[in-house]
């Protein structure tokens, strides 16, 4: 059993800054807020996009949607292709619950959405995508992250990336929240970098040679 097998499917890491893996939601939006404080926020509302994909990093991003609805953000999802994971269908039921709001398409004017949100949630590939054979919306949606001007937020990898190495056609976060532990991908991030999880059995971070910080308290997060 190799290393991505041995944690699928409840948790994704790396071997300081390692490869590719599977995660399910994890408690690092519990500390989202550190991120960008509603403090922090450029626009009166503190209006959220998160786009969601198909596949855990979507899950991930229904789950942040409903946190942040809970620290009295304004999330709006963005979700174009919905998986019939059980798992994934309770989310987009709970978000529904909560009356989060969702967005029947992407606008193609990048300045609508530089006028109704904050900042972008990049829930959408992560470490399971196949960058190389993306099908129609995704390589669109690519496209209009790119042009935008406000934040961006990447969930483990950022969309358009290999797990193992930064793309040139992928986007361009301000901010990287790993799970687990960093992806060989992020070593190049010049951006704010936050880790979440520390919820790694020590019997794997030994075995893989993992070597993650030390969480403050009770923090399932850390800026790196």
Same mark, same amino acid.
């Given at each position: 059993?190799?290393f ?14 390692? #490869? ?13 807020p ?16 998160v ?7 979507g899950?991930? #991003? ?5 946190h ?24 987009t ?5 909560m ?5 029947s398409?992407? !606008? ?6 530089n ?13 399971d995508?196949?960058?190389a054979n993306l099908?129609?919306?995704?390589? #669109? ?16 990898? !950022?969309?358009?990336?290999d797990?193992e190495?930064?793309s040139?056609d992928?986007i361009? !976060? ?11 991908c ?6 704010k970098?936050?880790?979440a #999880? ?10 893989y040679?993992?070597?993650?910080p030390?969480y ?9």
């Open positions: 059993m190799d991505v097998e041995e944690l699928r499917p409840t948790s994704s890491c790396s071997t300081n800054f390692g #490869g590719q893996g599977s995660t399910a939601h994890q408690p690092f939006l519990y500390d989202n550190k991120a960008f404080p509603l403090s922090s926020l450029a626009k009166k509302q503190p209006t959220v996009l786009i969601c994909g198909p596949d855990q990093n899950s991930i #991003g229904l789950v942040c949607a409903r942040l609805r809970m620290y009295e953000y304004e999330p709006t999802i963005y979700h174009p292709q919905r998986s019939s994971q059980s798992l994934h269908q309770d989310f039921v709970q978000c529904e619950k009356d989060i709001p969702s967005l398409y992407l !606008p193609t004017e990048v300045q609508l959405i006028d109704a949100y904050n900042l972008v949630i990049d829930a959408m590939m992560g470490p995508a196949d960058c099908r129609e919306p995704y390589p #669109g949606i690519l496209v209009t992250l790119k042009q935008i001007k406000i934040p961006i937020a990447s969930v483990d990898v !950022p969309s358009g990336w797990v190495e930064p040139q992928g361009n !976060p301000e901010v990287l929240i790993s799970l687990t532990a960093p992806k060989k992020a070593i190049s991030f010049s951006g970098h936050f880790l #999880g520390r919820f790694l059995p020590y019997d794997i971070q030994k075995k040679d993992l070597n993650l030390d403050p308290g009770t923090d399932c997060l850390i800026e790196l």
